[in-house]
C-alpha cells in the first residue's frame, strides 16, 4: 500500500477538522479527494505532505510511519493552488531546487531538468521567470518541480482553482499523461466533481472532516450509501419512499420489486432518483418505464444539450413525499432530458404530464425523517422547530413531520396495540420522558430522539448497545447520524463490575469487534472506552463529566425500560436517541 | 499633454497655489540661500575649508559612524522583525509598540538619556568601564546614539517584508526536501533583500544628518569626537556663514552620492532580473 | 480555510519533526537578542529619564517646574506648537488635496519637495534661515532697517520647526487620500455639493484617522526639534529657549534633576504619540 491512513484526526479550536479518517491507497493509484469546503480534504492533505500535524493517528507512505517526520524527509511532492513558484528564481532554478538541496551536480541537475521540462511540454522556458508565464504553464513548472526529487507520492491540491475553463481541461489530460507515464501514486484534493471523475481511479468524497465514502466514480454515482454523496454528485431527487414485502412504496406505485423488505415488517427509506432517470409523457400509458405520479411543469430551463424541468406532483396525499422540500406545497422534482426526448415530448410551463422513473436506488441509510411528537398540536409544533432537530434535518435534506398523540403522557395510558411510527420519532425531554419513551416504544416507535429543550449540536456521540440484537442497527444509525454532525464517536463498552481481571480482556476484544464492525459494515470510525459497572449509570456518569454530548443507545428489550433508563432520559441535559430493535 | 487633465473636482488653483506658495517660501527660498551662500566663496576659501583638518575628521566620524550604525541596524533590525513577525512571546504587542519611540522621542531627549546610561557610573556604562570599552564620549557613543535613533527605520522596512513573504513559499520548499537554513538563505533573504537594502539606506539618512542625540555623548572634541553638524554650528556661530553653508553642501552633495549609489544599487538589481527574462 | 489562515506564527510551530533543540534555540536566541538590544538602547534611556528627574525625590522635581527660564520655555514650546501644527495641517491638507485628486504635470517635483526636510539634516534646516535672516543674511539689512526679529527670536523658531515638520501631515494624507480614490467626492459634486461642502463633510471624514496621526505626529516633533531651533533661536534664556533647548543648558549646568523633568514631559508626550498612534491602528487604519 503505497499511502495508509489510519484513524487521522485533528482539532482546530475543539473542532474535529479531520475526524478519524482511514483510507488504503495503492501504490499508482490516482485518488481523488472530493468534498465541498470545509470538509477537512485540504487539511488531510497537507497532514500527509507533513506541513500540519496531527492530534491522533497514523500516516504511513510505502509502509513507512511517517507521523512524526518532518516533511523534507518524507519524500513527497506537493503541488499548490497558487504555484507557490519561486518568483524571483527562473523556471529551470525552480526545477532544479529540490535538486540543488540534495548536492545533485549540475550536469545531472540539467539533464534531469530538461527530462522534466520535456514531460509537462514547457521546452525552452528554462530561463524565464514566473512573472512572464501564463497560469497554466506556471502550474506546469510547479508540477515539474514537485517530482524532480522523484518522490514517492505527488499531492495536488486544488491545482486548478485558479485557472480558466479551457487551461483547466489541457491541465487535467497533461496531469493525468505524467502520472501515468510516470506510475506515481497520486493524491489530488478537489471540490468539483466533474475533475474529480475526469481523473480519478478512486474518490473519496469528505464532508465535516469525515471520509464518508470511497469507490470508483461510476460505482459512486450509480450506487451512493449516502444522502450526501448521491446529492453532492449531480443533483439528485431525494424522495421519501416505504419498503414494503412488495418491493419499494413511492406514493402510490410500487416500483423495484427487487428490493424488499424482509420480516415482514415496513419501514421508510430513503430513494435516489437522478435527474436524468425520469420520464415525462403526456398520459400514463405513453410512458415505457413504471409510472410515479401526475405533475404540472413549473419551470422549463434550455441550457444547450439538456433541458432542466421543474415538476410540481399533484395529488400530495398520494404522492410520493420528497424528503427535501419545505411543506407539500413545495414538492418539485428536478427532471434532465436530453433533445432527442424534447423531440419527442415536448413541454411548456403549466402542462400536465405523467412521470415515470426508470432506476431508483435506495440509500441504506437508517435515518429518513424526523416526526414531533407531542400530545398537543402547539408542543408539537414547537417541539418541530427545536434548534437541533432543525439543523440535522436541514443537513440530512429531510423534512419533520408532526405527529399528536393525545396520550402520551398519560400516567394511565395503556399501551393498546401497535401503531405504524414513520422515520425517527422525537419527543421533547419532559421529566417523565423515560415512560413516555416506553410507552411509544411498546407501541412500535423503532428510533426515538428524546431532545431537550437547549440541545445543540455536540461535540462527542456516546455509542453503546444493550443485547446484541439492537448492535448492528444502531452501528447503522449512529453512522448516519455522524456523517452530518462533526463530533467525535466514542463506543462505551461496558461490562459488569463484579470480576474486572477477566473481565477486561474480554472487554478489549469486544471493543474490537465493536469497531471493527463499524468500520467495515457502516464506514464509521469511532474511538473505545471500556467501563466497568451497571451500564445505564456508567452512561449517565460518562455524560455528566463534560457538556455537549449526545448518546446513542441500542436497546433489545422493554423490561422495566422506564425505571432503568430514568436516570439517562430525565433531567433533560444531553439527547439521547434509542434505537430499539428485538422483543417489545 | 496640457498642464493638467480636466476634472470635476475644485480646488485645484486653490490648493496648488497655496501649496506651491509654501514650499517655495519655506523650502526653495532658504534652499536658494543656502546654495547662493556656499557657492559665492571664494574656490581656495571653500576647499580651505571644506578639507580642512577639523571638517575631515568629522566627516570621518558623521560618515563613518552612520555607517557602523545602518550596519547594526541591519542586523538587529532583521533579528527584531523576524521575531515580530514570527514568533509570539508575553508582550509582543508593547515591544511591537515600543518600536517606534525613538521615533517621536525628542532628539535632546534620548541624547541625554543615553550620555547617562552609558556614562562611567551608568546603569550599563559601569559594566563596560572595567572591560575597558568607554562609551560615552567617544565614537562608540556615537555610534550607539544613531543605532537608537534610526533603528525604527530598519525595523519598519523589513517587517512588512517579511510578512509579505508566503507560506506557501516556505512549505513548498520544505516538501522540496529543504531544511530551515536553506529555506533562509535561498527563499526568504532573496525576497526581502530589497526592504533590507530600503531600511539600510533609510537608517543612513537619517543618522548622518543627526544632531541632537549625538552631541550630548560625543564630547565634542575637535577631530575626534565632533560630527559635521556640529562643525557648522561652530562656524554659524563664528558667524562664517559662507563657511558653513559650504560644509551643508558637501554634506548634502555626499548623502546625495551615497543614496544614488543605493538606489541604482537597487535598480541594477531589478535591470539584471529583467535582463535574465530576455 | 480556517486552519490554512493561521497566522505567521504557525510557520515556526506545530509541525512534525519541527520541535528540535536547536529550533528551539534559534527562537530563544533570537527573543533574547532582540530584548536585549531594546533593552539597552531604549528601555534604559527611558527608565533613566524618570529614575533621574526623580532622583532627589518627588519635591525637588515640582520645584523644577516652578523656575520661571523653564515655564517660560514650556510656554514657547506649546505657542511654537500651536502656530506651527494648525499651519501645517492646512499646508498638508492643500498639498494632499492638490496631489491627490488631480493630474498634472510636475507632481513629482512636488512630491520630492515634500520629502526634502526628511532628509536633511535639522542643522541645515536651520542654517538656511540664517542664512536667508540672519544679520549677513539676504534680508539682514531689511530686517535690522525696520526692527524686525526673526532669527534669535520666536518668528525664527516658528520657522525652522515649520520648515522641519511640515512634512508629516502632508505625508499621512497624500497615500491614505490616493489610495481612497476620488468617487466619493466626483459623486458628491454630481449631486450638487461645492467644494469646501465636498471637503468638509465627505473628504474630512474618509481621512480623519490618518489626519490625527499625522498631527500627533507633526506636534510631537515640533515640541521636540532641537537641531534646527538650536541654530537659530540664540539661546536667550527666558526668551529664545524652547525645551529641548532648555534641556541642554540645564544639562550643561550639571542640573540633572532639572534637565530630566523638563525631558520627563517630553517623554510623556512622546509616549502619549505612541498610544494615539496604536489607538488609531486599531481603528483600521493601516499605514502604508
Not at chain 1, 405523467?354 to 431508483?360: E, M
Request: proline content about 4%; glycine content about 8%.
Amino acid at each position: 500500500m503505497s499511502i495508509t491512513l489510519d484513524q487521522l484526526t485533528k482539532h482546530y479550536g475543539g473542532v474535529p477538522v479531520v475526524n478519524d479518517v482511514s483510507l488504503d491507497i495503492g501504490d499508482g493509484e490516482f485518488f481523488v479527494l472530493l468534498g465541498p469546503s470545509g470538509s477537512g480534504k485540504s487539511t488531510l492533505l497537507r497532514a500527509i505532505a507533513g506541513l500540519s500535524a496531527v492530534d491522533h493517528g497514523r500516516i504511513a507512505l510505502h509502509g513507512r510511519d511517517v507521523t512524526h517526520v518532518a516533511a523534507r524527509k518524507r519524500g513527497v511532492g506537493l503541488v499548490f493552488q497558487n504555484y507557490a513558484l519561486f518568483r524571483h528564481m527562473t523556471v529551470a532554478e525552480n526545477i532544479e531546487f529540490a535538486l540543488r538541496v540534495r548536492h545533485m551536480r549540475a550536469r545531472d541537475r540539467r539533464a534531469r531538468r530538461q527530462e522534466l521540462l520535456r514531460l509537462v511540454s514547457l521546452e525552452g522556458m528554462d530561463n524565464r521567470l514566473p512573472a512572464q508565464l501564463s497560469g497554466g504553464q506556471q502550474q506546469r513548472v510547479a508540477v515539474a518541480r514537485a517530482l524532480a526529487h522523484k518522490p514517492e507520492v505527488l499531492l495536488l491540491d486544488e491545482p486548478f482553482g485558479a485557472l480558466d475553463a479551457k487551461i483547466r481541461e489541457e491541465l487535467r489530460r497533461t496531469i493525468r499523461q505524467v502520472q501515468r507515464e510516470l506510475g506515481i501514486t497520486t493524491v489530488l484534493v478537489t471540490h468539483d466533481q466533474d475533475e474529480a471523475f475526469a481523473m480519478a481511479d478512486r474518490i473519496g468524497i469528505m464532508n465535516l472532516g469525515r471520509l464518508l465514502e470511497m469507490g470508483a466514480p461510476h460505482d459512486l454515482y450509480s450506487r451512493p450509501a449516502t444522502r450526501f454523496v448521491a446529492t453532492f454528485l449531480g443533483a439528485a431527487n431525494l424522495i421519501l419512499a416505504r419498503r414494503t414485502p412488495d418491493g419499494i412504496q413511492v406514493g402510490a406505485t410500487t416500483v423495484a420489486a427487487a428490493e424488499r423488505a424482509t420480516g415482514g415488517r415496513e419501514n421508510e427509506v430513503v430513494a435516489v432518483v437522478r435527474p436524468e432517470e425520469i420520464e415525462v409523457a403526456a398520459r400514463r400509458e405513453d410512458l415505457s418505464s413504471g409510472y410515479l405520479a401526475r405533475a404540472v411543469v413549473d419551470e422549463v430551463v434550455f441550457t444547450g444539450a439538456l433541458e432542466r424541468l421543474r415538476l410540481r406532483l399533484e395529488e400530495p396525499a398520494q404522492a410520493p413525499r420528497l424528503a427535501f422540500g419545505d411543506g407539500e406545497a413545495n414538492a418539485a422534482l428536478q427532471v434532465t432530458r436530453t433533445q432527442h426526448e424534447q423531440r419527442g415530448f415536448e413541454v411548456r410551463p403549466g402542462q400536465q404530464v405523467a412521470v415515470g422513473v426508470r432506476r431508483v436506488h435506495v440509500l441504506p441509510t437508517p435515518l429518513s425523517s424526523f416526526t414531533a411528537c407531542a400530545p398537543g398540536t402547539q408542543l408539537a409544533e414547537r417541539l418541530s422547530q427545536q434548534a437541533l432537530l432543525a439543523e440535522l434535518a436541514a443537513r440530512m435534506k429531510t423534512r419533520i413531520a408532526t405527529r399528536v398523540e393525545p396520550q402520551l403522557g398519560l400516567p394511565e395510558a395503556r399501551c393498546q396495540g401497535e401503531d405504524t411510527f414513520v422515520g425517527t420519532t422525537v419527543i421533547a425531554a419532559y421529566p417523565d420522558a423515560a415512560q413516555r419513551a416506553e410507552w411509544l416504544l411498546r407501541r412500535g416507535a423503532r428510533d426515538l430522539l428524546v431532545l431537550p429543550d437547549e440541545a445543540r449540536a455536540p461535540q462527542r456521540v456516546l455509542i453503546h448497545w444493550i443485547g446484541e440484537a439492537s448492535r448492528s442497527a444502531t452501528l447503522a444509525v449512529s453512522a448516519s447520524l455522524l456523517r452530518h454532525v462533526p463530533a467525535e464517536a466514542v463506543y462505551v463498552g461496558i461490562f459488569p463490575a463484579q470480576d474486572p481481571g477477566a473481565a477486561a480482556s474480554q472487554g478489549m476484544r469486544e471493543l474490537l469487534d465493536a469497531r471493527s464492525e463499524a468500520q467495515a459494515a457502516h464506514g464509521l470510525e469511532m474511538r473505545t472506552e471500556l467501563h466497568f459497572g451497571e451500564a445505564e449509570e456508567e452512561l449517565a456518569r460518562r455524560l455528566a463529566e463534560s457538556p455537549a454530548q449526545m448518546l446513542i443507545v441500542g436497546v433489545s428489550h422493554l423490561t422495566d425500560f422506564a425505571r432503568r433508563f430514568r436516570t439517562l432520559l430525565e433531567g433533560g441535559r444531553w439527547p439521547v436517541l434509542i434505537v430499539h430493535r428485538g422483543t417489545p | 499633454m496640457s498642464f493638467r487633465q480636466p476634472s470635476i473636482l475644485p480646488g485645484f488653483g486653490l490648493t496648488l497655489g497655496f501649496t506651491t506658495f509654501f514650499l517655495s517660501t519655506i523650502v526653495l527660498l532658504p534652499l536658494a540661500a543656502l546654495v547662493l551662500a556656499g557657492t559665492s566663496m571664494h574656490w581656495s576659501d571653500f576647499v580651505g575649508t571644506v578639507f580642512s583638518a577639523r571638517a575631515l575628521g568629522s566627516y570621518r566620524l558623521s560618515f563613518g559612524a552612520s555607517l557602523l550604525a545602518a550596519t547594526i541596524n541591519l542586523v538587529f533590525g532583521f533579528i527584531i522583525a523576524w521575531t515580530l513577525t514570527r514568533y509570539d512571546f508575553p508582550g509582543r504587542k508593547l515591544v511591537d509598540a515600543l518600536i517606534d519611540m525613538p521615533f517621536a522621542l525628542p532628539t535632546a531627549v534620548s541624547g541625554i538619556a543615553l550620555t547617562t546610561v552609558f556614562a562611567q557610573n551608568g546603569w550599563i556604562g559601569r559594566y563596560l568601564e572595567p572591560l575597558g570599552i568607554k562609551v560615552a564620549y567617544t565614537w562608540l557613543g556615537v555610534t550607539l546614539a544613531l543605532t537608537l535613533i534610526s533603528m525604527p527605520f530598519a525595523v519598519r522596512a523589513v517587517q512588512p517584508a517579511l510578512l509579505e513573504v508566503q507560506r506557501e513559499l516556505e512549505e513548498a520548499a520544505e516538501t522540496l526536501g529543504a531544511g530551515r537554513l536553506t529555506v533562509f538563505r535561498r527563499i526568504i533573504l532573496p525576497i526581502i533583500l530589497p526592504a533590507l537594502l530600503t531600511g539600510f539606506t533609510l537608517a543612513f539618512a537619517r543618522a548622518v544628518g543627526e544632531y541632537g542625540s549625538v552631541i550630548f555623548i560625543s564630547g565634542n572634541l575637535p577631530m575626534k569626537t565632533e560630527i559635521t553638524p556640529l562643525l557648522i554650528v561652530i562656524h554659524l556661530e563664528q558667524f562664517d556663514y559662507q563657511g558653513a553653508a559650504a560644509l551643508g553642501l558637501v554634506m548634502l552633495a555626499i548623502s546625495f552620492v551615497v543614496l544614488l549609489a543605493i538606489n541604482l544599487l537597487q535598480a541594477w538589481g531589478r535591470r539584471e532580473q529583467v535582463r535574465v527574462m530576455r | 480555510m480556517a486552519a490554512a489562515q493561521a497566522s505567521a506564527f504557525g510557520t515556526e510551530a506545530g509541525r512534525p519533526g519541527e520541535h528540535t533543540w536547536v529550533h528551539a534555540l534559534v527562537r530563544w536566541g533570537c527573543i533574547a537578542t532582540s530584548l536585549t538590544f531594546l533593552l539597552a538602547v531604549l528601555l534604559a534611556p527611558l527608565a533613566t529619564v524618570f529614575v533621574m528627574a526623580l532622583s532627589r525625590g518627588l519635591a525637588a522635581y515640582w520645584h523644577a517646574f516652578q523656575d520661571p527660564d523653564t515655564l517660560a520655555a514650556i510656554r514657547l514650546t506649546l505657542i511654537t506648537a500651536a502656530v506651527v501644527v494648525p499651519v501645517n495641517t492646512i499646508f498638508g491638507l492643500s498639498a494632499a488635496w492638490a496631489i491627490a485628486k488631480f493630474e498634472f504635470r510636475g507632481k513629482s517635483v512636488l512630491i520630492t519637495l515634500i520629502d526634502l526636510p526628511l532628509a536633511i539634516s535639522p542643522v541645515i534646516s536651520g542654517m538656511v534661515f540664517v542664512l536667508l535672516f540672519g544679520l549677513h543674511g539676504w534680508f539682514g539689512l531689511w530686517l535690522q532697517a525696520h526692527n524686525i526679529s526673526i532669527i534669535f527670536a520666536l518668528p525664527g523658531i516658528m520657522l525652522a520647526t515649520m520648515f522641519v515638520t511640515f512634512p508629516y501631515v502632508a505625508r499621512e494624507l497624500i497615500p491614505l487620500m490616493q489610495q481612497l480614490g476620488n468617487d466619493e467626492e466626483e459623486a458628491a459634486i454630481t449631486l450638487g455639493a461645492g467644494g469646501w461642502m465636498t471637503f468638509f463633510r465627505v473628504t474630512l471624514p474618509k481621512v480623519r484617522w490618518g489626519l490625527v496621526y499625522g498631527m500627533v505626529l507633526c506636534n510631537a516633533r515640533a515640541m521636540g526639534e532641537f537641531g534646527a531651533v538650536s541654530v537659530v533661536s540664540g539661546h536667550i534664556r527666558g526668551l529664545t529657549n524652547t525645551m529641548p533647548l532648555h534641556i541642554e543648558i540645564l544639562y550643561n549646568e550639571y542640573n540633572f534633576v532639572g534637565a530630566f523633568a523638563v525631558a520627563s514631559l517630553l517623554t510623556l508626550l512622546a509616549v502619549l504619540t505612541l498610544i494615539v498612534k496604536t489607538l488609531v491602528e486599531r481603528t483600521g487604519y493601516r499605514r502604508r
